[in-house]
């Protein structure tokens, strides 16, 4: 199974907005560049993975912005907060209590 086959199934059950689409597009990016590098350069003929410590940081990076990486996910966690019980008053409201407070009612 290919780096970007996986990103793929973790993309399907990630809760994403639309503005993380060019993040999810430079994810693609870098895991159909470090599955290319399992193949022999087209360029210099080396093995491949020449550029690895600096793509895999990148794309480790492009999935915690995205919240797919336990840590990410850890720090969302974290930072989730529980809404008041209390209804918040409307602009409305606020100005009837002043009122009132002004006019000693």
Do not use: F, Q, W
């Not at 907005?17 to 993040?23: G, K, S, V």
């Not at 990076?61 to 966690?77: D, E, H, K, N, V």
């Amino acid at each position: 199974m290919t780096i970007e086959t996986r990103l793929r199934a973790a993309l399907r059950n990630a809760t994403l907005r639309p503005e993380d689409a060019a993040t999810v597009e430079l994810a693609h990016t870098y895991a159909r560049y470090l599955d290319a590098m399992h193949r022999p350069c087209e360029e210099c003929r080396c093995p491949g993975g020449h550029d690895l410590a600096k793509v895999g940081p990148a794309l480790l990076a492009a999935l915690a912005a995205l919240g797919l990486t336990p840590a990410a996910r850890a720090a969302l966690a974290k930072t989730v907060t529980v809404p008041s019980s209390a209804p918040t008053p409307s602009p409305l409201d606020e100005l009837v209590a002043r009122r009132a407070a002004r006019n000693g009612t």
